[in-house]
Every structure is written in structure tokens, then in C-alpha cells.
């Protein structure tokens, strides 16, 4: 514990929003007690992890890597996180992310922009750049990010680790920081396989205080470790002949499809949406979403509130002072396409097309057991490129978004690549994703 905190000191990547020193120091000596009195310890006991900063964490800053709410101070602490407090793993750091998990490369931030763990020149990924990249350069065993429409699968591409997002409502979203709520879902971000499964384990199960969480049984070891269930595994043919799509990440799927071959699975390609659809769809609707979710941050209950004569004025500088310029985007966005005379045209007819894309995963999971794809279609962009183009930034959520709409469990796996390859199952097989993983490795 103490080195990795010592080495999040250090560390120049931008990845610390809060250190939380002294209450790390206090549970891993308890720890060291324990192991001392020859006390049993727990698998996670004493292992030091991170916290994207959108969870409440009792008495942390929970900031959201934003102006706003730079100096609230959560007053309990998210259902995830407890579960892992209680099986004993020691919380080391709040880390940096795009504000309220706005963006797509961590640049979104008071707190400096997340540097890439493998080439600092490049975006680190986001939102949850500050997870992936601690646990890429070992400063966290392990980081909980949260993943609305790719957020903790892209990070994990772009630095070369594990992120899954669990099938939406197997995790409690209590205490996590209301982005999108219809596809939100807490992530894990590890570097094994195994370590995903035993943070999913504990951290997954049903909540009174979320009611869209279901109960999941256990994933043992040896639930993973046979591939028989996996026979056919699909593509869309549309993400790779795409002209989007970088010659590198289109030759680096290729091969992975190869390998899949080579190992005796049977693989066809599908049809799908178009990737404009996908991102218009999941834009809509996360924009809508979030214009809900943050009309609560007026500066009366929570944070930085700037005063002036009257409530209105208050409201209206407090907000455009302290969101960002993305924000903001996403809350004018959002409160357009939920207003009369463009909601029945633009916000339903996303509902609508929502239920098809989960329709057409429903059907292709007929035929295949597993869908794969490419994280996203280009390689991780330099710093301060993607802030000049809002539009391309959603676009290279292409690949990503379709799953969160789907609900559907998908897993990040390395490849030595500069994206990674998702591995998608049908809604509450999670357990099928990491049975893949382990059978690809
Ligand atoms: N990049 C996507 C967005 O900005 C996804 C972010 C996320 O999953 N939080 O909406």
C-alpha cells in the first residue's frame, strides 16, 4: 500500500484527483495485524485499489473531475464500494476522469488532462482515463470505473488492461453519480481475468436502493474455464468495412478473427446498424438522460454556488460557471430533444431505435454466442486533438455505444494492440465473456 501510494505521488500521468493516505495507512496496518495473529484473510483483503471519482466514498471529495462540485464531500458511501470496504480491500484514490463522465479521453477535467500509460503524448481514454491508467502502470491492483457508453471499455483499450461492463443492473448504481441511468453501469478495470472476476463477484448482487438490480449467482473458477458452451462467435460486417476505421485496428481484428479460427470456432459475420445510428441513438438519449440528472446542481444543495440578487440569476450563473463547455453541450443538447415539438421526433424515436438495436442482439444471439468487435476505430488521438471536434469525439464511440444500449455484458481484453477487442454475450451471461477471455488467452 505504501508503495503504490508512494508511486501515485509521483506519478505524472494526471491519474490523482484525491489521495486517501491516511485512511489507507490505518486499514492496511490492520491488515498487517491480522496477518501477524495468524488471523485467515480474505481474498481482497489488503489489496489497494482506486475509485474513479464519480462514487460516494463517506467524508472523500467526490468532485467529478468538476468546477462545480470541486469541494463537496460525499456524505455516504456507494453500495459497490462498500462491498469491497467490507471484503477488506483498502481504497488508495479518487481518480481522474472527464467531468461527470462526459467525454471520451479524460481531457474533460479540472484536474489536467489523463496521459496515455503506454505513450504519455496520448489521451489516456476516458471517461474513466484515470482507472485504466493506474492499474496499467501498477499504481492500483485493481480501479472501479464506471462505464455509460463505453467508459470503462475504451480506457482499457487504450492502455492495454482488462475494463468489462457488467450486464446492466448486476451492480448497484447506489452512490454512483447519476450520468446516463437507463445504461449507466460500475465497471472493474484489472490486468488478469481472475482479478475481474473476484471484483465482479463482489461487488454484483440486488439492492433495495437501486431497483433495477437483479440477483446473479457466484462466478467460480471453474465456471470459466471451459470453452464448450462457446461454438459460433459473431462480427458485424459493417464496424470493419467501414471507412472509419484505422488500417491498424481493421488488420489487428483480422487477426484476432484468425486466431478464433484457428482454435476451431466457427465465425460469421452480421448484419448490424449503421455506426451513425448508434451514436445518434446513445447521444440522445445519454444527453437527455444527464440534462435530468444534473438540473439538481443549481448550487442550492450541493456545491460551488455563485450568489446574486435573485434564485434565477443564482441558478443560471452557478451552472454557467461551473459546468464545462461539454456539459453544457449535453445539458442544451439534452433539454432540446426533451422539449415540446422535438420530443416525439427526436427523443422517441431514440426510445424506439433503442428497441430495435436490442431486438436485433436478441436475434443475434440466436445464432452466435458471442459477439466481437474492435474497442473503437481509431487508435488513442494526441492530446488536445479530440477537444477541437466535438462530433468526432462521439463518433469514435462508434463501437461501444451499441452494447450499453443493448445492456449487454462486454469485456475489454488486451491484445498488445492500440484498442483491444470487446467480447459480448447475451444479456446475464457475463460469465460467458470471461469463459471467452480465458479461452483467447
Ligand atoms: N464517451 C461516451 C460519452 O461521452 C461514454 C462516456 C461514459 O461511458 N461515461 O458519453
Known amino acids: 500500500v505504501q508503495e503504490k501510494l508512494e508511486a501515485l505521488k509521483q506519478n505524472s500521468n494526471n491519474t490523482v484527483n484525491a489521495l486517501l493516505e491516511t485512511s489507507a495507512l490505518n486499514l492496511a496496518a490492520k491488515v498487517d495485524a491480522k496477518i501477524k495473529n495468524g488471523e485467515p484473510i480474505g481474498l481482497l483483503e489488503g489489496i489497494p485499489f482506486g475509485i474513479k471519482d464519480v462514487y460516494m466514498v463517506q467524508g472523500t471529495y467526490t468532485t467529478a473531475s468538476s468546477e462545480l462540485l470541486k469541494n463537496y464531500k460525499s456524505a455516504y458511501t456507494a453500495t459497490a464500494i462498500q462491498k469491497l470496504l467490507d471484503a477488506g480491500a483498502i481504497p488508495l ?3 481522474n476522469c472527464d467531468s461527470f463522465g462526459h467525454g471520451s479521453s479524460s ?4 484536474f489536467g488532462a489523463v496521459k496515455n500509460a503506454i505513450n504519455p503524448d496520448l489521451v489516456g481514454g476516458g471517461s474513466s482515463g484515470g482507472s485504466a491508467v493506474n492499474v496499467a502502470k501498477d499504481y492500483t ?7 455509460t457508453g463505453g467508459s470503462v471499455r475504451q480506457p482499457a483499450g487504450y492502455n492495454n488492461v482488462y475494463g468489462l461492463k457488467p450486464t446492466y443492473g448486476r451492480i448497484s448504481r447506489f452512490g454512483l453519480m447519476a450520468y446516463a441511468s437507463s445504461t449507466d453501469c460500475v465497471g472493474p478495470i484489472a490486468k488478469s481475468i481472475e482479478d475481474i472476476r473476484i471484483v465482479l463477484n463482489t461487488m454484483s448482487g440486488q439492492d433495495v436502493k ?12 471453474d465456471d470459466i474455464q471451459s470453452s464448450d458452451s462457446i461454438q459460433t462467435v459473431g462480427y458485424f460486417k459493417n464496424f470493419i ?3 472509419a476505421i484505422d488500417p491498424q485496428v481493421k488488420s489487428d481484428f483480422l487477426a484476432a478473427i484468425d486466431k478464433i479460427k484457428a482454435k476451431g470456432i466457427a465465425v460469421k459475420a452480421l448484419d448490424f446498424f449503421k455506426s451513425d ?6 447521444y440522445t438519449l445519454a444527453m437527455a438522460e444527464t440534462a435530468s440528472n444534473l438540473s439538481r446542481l443549481d448550487g442550492t444543495n450541493y456545491g460551488n454556488r455563485i450568489e446574486r440578487d435573485t434564485l434565477k440569476e443564482t441558478y443560471s450563473i452557478t451552472r454557467s460557471e461551473n459546468f464545462s463547455d461539454e456539459t453544457k453541450r449535453r445539458i442544451v443538447g439534452g433539454n432540446q430533444v426533451l422539449s415540446q415539438g422535438f420530443s416525439d421526433e427526436i427523443y422517441l424515436k431514440g426510445l424506439n431505435l433503442r428497441d430495435q438495436i436490442s431486438e436485433n442482439f436478441e436475434n443475434d444471439f440466436k445464432e452466435v454466442d458471442v459477439i466481437i468487435s474492435p474497442v473503437t476505430p481509431s487508435t488513442p488521438p494526441k492530446i488536445g486533438d479530440s477537444l477541437k471536434d466535438p462530433l468526432a469525439m462521439y463518433l469514435s464511440d462508434a463501437y461501444t455505444v451499441g452494447f450499453s444500449l443493448g445492456q449487454l455484458p462486454t469485456l475489454t481484453i488486451p491484445q498488445g494492440t492500440a ?3 470487446q467480447l459480448t454475450a447475451a444479456k446475464n451471461n457475463d460469465e460467458l465473456v ?5 479461452f483467447l488467452k
Do not use: R
Open 93 to 95: 484514490v479518487k481518480e
Open 107 to 110: 481531457e474533460n477535467t479540472i
Open 141 to 147: 491492483v485493481f480501479s472501479i470505473g464506471g462505464d
Open 210 to 221: 437501486d431497483q433495477t438490480t437483479y440477483a446473479s449467482a457466484e462466478i467460480t473458477q
Open 241 to 243: 468495412d467501414s471507412e
Open 277 to 282: 445510428t448508434l451514436v445518434s441513438t446513445y
Open 419 to 421: 484498442t483491444g477487442l
Open 434 to 438: 470471461l469463459k471467452f477471455a480465458n
